[in-house]
């Protein structure tokens, strides 16, 4: 790519990150999702850093101002009330004066907020910032542990499958066997309004995310009994390594910034994930798979979930494995990285998780294969990233044959993975 065509990516992804800026937080797209959302927030962070640090951090301190006194980070903020969106706070009433969803999203703080500080140009506002949020955190992953591994198990399970971000994943189909729909009430979805329904989950499944919902609802949204009367209990292999890789993360920056105990507590929180980890790994598929805690038994499902693991300090030779996966995932399909493998007879190209391409997944890929000394195949999922922009603009999500634009349009973590992509290299 020349000069001037990344400089004007570099100012489009920008200009997209400043249409959804709400001053002290983003929100992913308008329309769609008019909230802040939780990991989207982390990820943009990360490209907000190169246009202005302190709106990077503002981001990240936005999103821990409304944690829950158990620890907690929930998935969805609503600052300000939008009827475009449902479910929206009248059907989760989780009680809270800044209403917000009950359930949580893949812990990429962690990971966010290291990497905000080791490459901050204004180090004595990293060093505030990174301690302040560093409590947080910490009080996050220990939350995470105490109420989603009651069995101490070392891994913890989602109770519902948006709290995984992939919400329509193939991995849910066997699971969701054990959800009912009955007694849900009429509801208008709209979702569909603002993007195609052959892009998006279907009924059935939505009828299954309320269900969850009101079930949680009923329980006063209480943690303690959240995980245990869920019907839906799945150990994510990719949610699971995205938590490892934070507490690693953080565990380094709390050293760094001389804060010993929450430096030791995240270090034996991902060591004994890591171990754990490495039993969801199948033979069979040449990757790691989902548990489902209910039945008792693996989820022979070959998504991206299984892929994602390499973002975290796994074995040299499962991330080979990984990176292989993905070499013959990319000879049925031009864009990488599917979100399902396109062989298997559920891959669907463009529907949301069951087979497009998402940047953030691309990203967080490429970096756990650069870290694994896997240099070729992460910069191929780079340079075919950049290329999906070129042809299809800044959207949700890409359909990995064609590369036609899915969901919703100027999408803010997508700009943001731009902004990385194009400036990484240039970090210090
Ligand atoms: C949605 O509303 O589709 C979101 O993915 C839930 O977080």
Same mark, same amino acid.
């Given at each position: 790519?020349?000069?001037?065509?990344?400089?004007?990516?570099?100012?489009?992804?920008?200009?997209?990150?400043?249409?959804?800026?709400?001053?002290?937080?983003?929100?992913?797209?308008?329309?769609?999702?008019?909230?802040?959302?939780?990991?989207?927030?982390?990820?943009?962070?990360?490209?907000?850093?190169?246009?202005?640090?302190?709106?990077?951090?503002?981001?990240?301190?936005?999103?821990?101002?409304?944690?829950?006194?158990?620890?907690? #980070?929930?998935?969805? #903020?609503?600052?300000?009330?939008?009827?475009?969106?449902?479910?929206?706070?009248?059907?989760?009433?989780?009680?809270?004066?800044?209403?917000? =969803?009950?359930?949580?999203?893949?812990?990429?703080?962690?990971?966010?907020?290291? !990497?905000?500080?080791?490459?901050?140009?204004?180090?004595?506002?990293?060093?505030?910032?990174?301690?302040?949020?560093?409590?947080?955190?910490?009080?996050?992953?220990?939350?995470?542990?105490?109420? !989603?591994?009651?069995?101490?198990?070392?891994?913890?399970?989602?109770?519902?499958?948006?709290?995984?971000?992939?919400?329509?994943?193939?991995?849910?189909?066997?699971?969701?066997?054990?959800?009912? =729909?009955?007694?849900?009430?009429?509801?208008?979805?709209?979702?569909?309004?603002?993007?195609?329904?052959?892009?998006?989950?279907?009924?059935?499944?939505?009828?299954?995310?309320?269900?969850?919902?009101? !079930?949680?609802?009923?329980?006063?949204?209480?943690?303690?009994?959240?995980?245990?009367?869920?019907?839906?209990?799945?150990?994510?292999?990719?949610?699971?390594?995205?938590?490892?890789?934070?507490?690693?993360?953080?565990?380094?920056?709390?050293?760094?910034?001389?804060?010993?105990?929450?430096?030791?507590?995240?270090?034996?929180?991902?060591?004994?994930?890591?171990?754990?980890?490495?039993?969801?790994?199948?033979?069979?598929?040449?990757?790691?798979?989902?548990?489902?805690? #209910?039945?008792?038994?693996?989820?022979?499902?070959?998504?991206?979930?299984?892929?994602?693991?390499?973002?975290?300090?796994?074995?040299?030779?499962?991330?080979?494995?990984?990176?292989?996966?993905?070499?013959?995932?990319?000879?049925?399909?031009?864009?990488?990285?599917?979100?399902?493998?396109?062989?298997?007879?559920?891959?669907?190209?463009?529907?949301?998780?069951?087979?497009?391409?998402?940047?953030?997944?691309?990203?967080?890929?490429?970096?756990?294969? !650069?870290?694994?000394?896997?240099?070729?195949?992460?910069?191929?999922?780079?340079?075919?990233?950049?290329?999906?922009?070129?042809?299809?603009?800044?959207?949700?999500?890409?359909?990995?044959?064609?590369?036609?634009?899915? $969901? $919703?349009?100027?999408?803010?973590?997508?700009?943001?993975?731009?902004?990385?992509?194009?400036?990484?290299?240039?970090?210090?």
């Amino acid at each position: 790519m020349t000069e001037i065509t990344k400089d004007t990516l570099f100012q489009t992804a920008v200009d997209v990150l400043h249409l959804n800026d709400r001053g002290t937080y983003t929100v992913p797209t308008s329309g769609l999702y008019p909230f802040q959302w939780n990991w989207d927030s982390c990820l943009v962070a990360l490209g907000q850093r190169h246009v202005d640090e302190a709106r990077a951090w503002k981001e990240l301190e936005t999103l821990f101002a409304h944690q829950w006194d158990d620890g907690m #980070v929930p998935h969805i #903020v609503f600052h300000e009330m939008d009827d475009g969106y449902f479910p929206g706070p009248d059907v989760w009433k989780t009680g809270r004066s800044t209403p917000t =969803t009950g359930i949580t999203q893949p812990a990429v703080a962690g990971f966010a907020v290291n !990497r905000l500080y080791e490459h901050a140009k204004d180090k004595t506002l990293a060093i505030e910032k990174a301690q302040a949020l560093l409590h947080g955190i910490d009080r996050w992953h220990s939350w995470f542990y105490h109420y !989603r591994d009651p069995k101490n198990t070392g891994l913890v399970a989602l109770i519902h499958p948006w709290e995984a971000g992939r919400d329509n994943s193939v991995d849910w189909d066997d699971p969701f066997d054990s959800v009912p =729909t009955d007694g849900i009430g009429a509801y208008q979805r709209r979702d569909t309004q603002h993007a195609s329904a052959e892009h998006r989950p279907t009924s059935e499944q939505y009828d299954r995310y309320l269900w969850l919902v009101q !079930r949680f609802r009923s329980l006063g949204w209480d943690n303690q009994q959240l995980h245990d009367a869920s019907p839906f209990q799945v150990v994510d292999p990719g949610f699971n390594a995205l938590l490892i890789r934070s507490c690693a993360d953080i565990s380094a920056l709390a050293e760094t910034l001389g804060e010993q105990e929450i430096a030791a507590r995240n270090k034996a929180f991902a060591n004994k994930a890591l171990n754990a980890l490495d039993g969801l790994w199948s033979d069979r598929l040449n990757q790691y798979v989902c548990f489902d805690r #209910v039945k008792g038994s693996t989820i022979e499902s070959p998504s991206v979930g299984g892929l994602i693991p390499v973002v975290a300090p796994i074995p040299k030779e499962r991330a080979d494995a990984i990176a292989a996966r993905i070499n013959e995932w990319g000879e049925r399909c031009q864009y990488l990285v599917p979100s399902h493998d396109p062989a298997d007879a559920s891959f669907d190209s463009k529907r949301y998780w069951r087979g497009p391409s998402w940047l953030i997944v691309n990203y967080l890929i490429a970096d756990g294969l !650069r870290n694994a000394g896997i240099h070729d195949v992460a910069a191929n999922i780079e340079k075919q990233s950049l290329k999906l922009i070129q042809k299809s603009g800044f959207a949700e999500y890409y359909d990995p044959i064609s590369g036609e634009p899915c $969901g $919703g349009k100027t999408f803010t973590w997508t700009a943001a993975m731009v902004l990385e992509f194009l400036r990484t290299s240039d970090d210090a």
